[in-house]
């Protein structure tokens, strides 16, 4: 771990400044912005969301188990009535805040941290269901006891299962972008940490041509389970007609938000190459 | 002071969520916005400064001297490139959070918090000045040895003349409005703060109505000491040209930035407002 000045920012602070700074990005279709927001969910309740989960991260920066400390950062962010706001992108930086607090924040430094969770850390991750509805798939056949959306009332389920947090998150791998970055060592966020790395510029300019790049290259699963896998490809394909030029990223961004469209696992993964970047060399 | 969960946001986050509601609100003529930036002060550069800005606060509601605290988040808010995003901000305020923190957020409760400040409260003021250029003007004759820009070099001069923090603050009361606050038990934050709660809508909306209603009654000293007092004036007649539908707030908000003029005393205390406001029962 690198020496820091007392004043420079912690590990936790900057976990909450990636979440500040992937919202701002934009245009990002689909996706609050600093210039596009829905009704019910505007860009305040993303830096109330941002401001409450710092606490959540501090425990994983100070070696708390990582489903206590996601369970209160989901908390903290929940204080806010746009409901959901970062549940995927705190998933996906909690365990990383873990790895860099112990001075290994890389993909091997990841998948230890992720090894070692417990049933206990299971029971905390369902609790954070209880703060925030999250839009999630019904479960496999006979894992009705496991539904996420039972929240802390599925404890006993998961204690007679005896599934920890890593086994839980494989289960859904296949069709959880989240999952599948806990699931082998989180690719696609190093990956895309690099991106950000290479390139120039205002940083939120930067995490905002990430998101557009990633959006491009592979299906978005929340929009796949928001909507369907139809939709998914033809956003993929959509962000592919941007890049090449052949459309307007703000009509797209507009269009999208009309439909309802929030490729919002592509921005939880910008968010946690954001914090990659800057536990690294990014300057903001 | 009113009970509070462990997951409902601290005063010293009410502080920093302040800061982000208030550079997020928009059109906000002449001032770094969500849709408006310089090309060297940026709406990211706000963002950092936020974050960086929390420890500090949590020193003043933790009741630490004052001074210290503001040194403190100003040395974290000094962590990114932009230079000076919310110095006035912090400063405006710091005493508001202790107040807060004794359970006497009221005029009465933070003119106690200045009431007490001490020598070492203004050596710690001067310190601050290492971190970050502010603009200030010169110093009146005599003061060349307190002139602030100076920083931790004056320690010698503050101890010899024994001047406090709420001193100093009188002693610029009648050209700097941050020090007039200070010196007056906040009367335009605490009328500010009534404006915001009796509002409604998206926070930064009313953020934003709030920052021209403040601009169109009295003239921002920041622009009187970055520019001259005929321009402040005439900042102060076109905002409420606009205020009266007789200028467009997107049009100004273009030819501000165009011609550097900041008014960021009115922001300051905005973000001073919002701080009361959501200490009390404005939620986002």
Redesign the interface.
């Known amino acids: 771990m690198e020496a820091r000045d ?4 912690s590990t936790a ?1 900057n976990a ?2 990636a979440l ?2 992937e919202v ?1 990005g934009t245009p990002k279709p689909g996706n609050v912005d ?2 596009r927001e829905y009704d019910d969910l ?4 993303f ?2 969301g ?3 989960a ?1 606490d959540g991260f501090e425990l994983a920066a100070t070696g708390e188990p990582i489903g206590q400390a996601f369970e ?1 950062a989901i ?2 962010m ?4 746009g409901g959901n706001t970062q549940f995927g992108a705190i998933l996906l930086i909690t365990p990383l805040v873990a790895a860099a607090a112990r001075g290994n924040l890389s993909r091997e430094g990841a998948e230890a941290v992720v090894a070692e969770t417990t049933v206990e850390d299971t029971v905390s991750f369902y609790r954070a269901f209880d ?1 925030v509805d999250v839009a999630v798939d019904d479960p496999p056949e006979g894992m009705g006891p496991l539904d996420v959306r039972r929240g802390s009332t599925a404890e006993s389920a998961i204690r007679e299962r005896g599934v920890t947090l890593a086994e839980l998150m494989q289960e859904s791998a296949d069709v959880d972008g989240i999952a599948a970055e806990w699931s082998n060592g989180f690719p696609r966020t190093f990956e895309a940490a690099h991106g950000l790395e290479r390139s120039s510029g ?3 300019n930067r995490a905002s041509a990430l998101f557009l790049a990633l959006l491009a290259t592979e299906v978005d699963t929340f929009v796949e389970t928001q909507h369907d896998d139809e939709t998914a490809l033809e956003v993929r394909d959509r962000a592919k007609a941007v890049l090449d030029g052949e459309e307007n990223p703000y009509e797209l961004a507009a269009e999208f938000v009309e439909r309802d469209i929030n490729p919002g696992t592509t921005a939880d993964i910008v968010a946690g190459a954001l914090f990659i970047a800057l536990e690294r060399e990014l ?2």
């Open positions: 007392e004043t420079s920012r602070q909450q400044l500040l700074l701002s600093r210039e505007r860009f305040e309740h830096l109330a941002a401001v409450g710092l209160r908390a903290g929940s204080n806010q009535q703060y205002p940083v939120t300057s903001v």
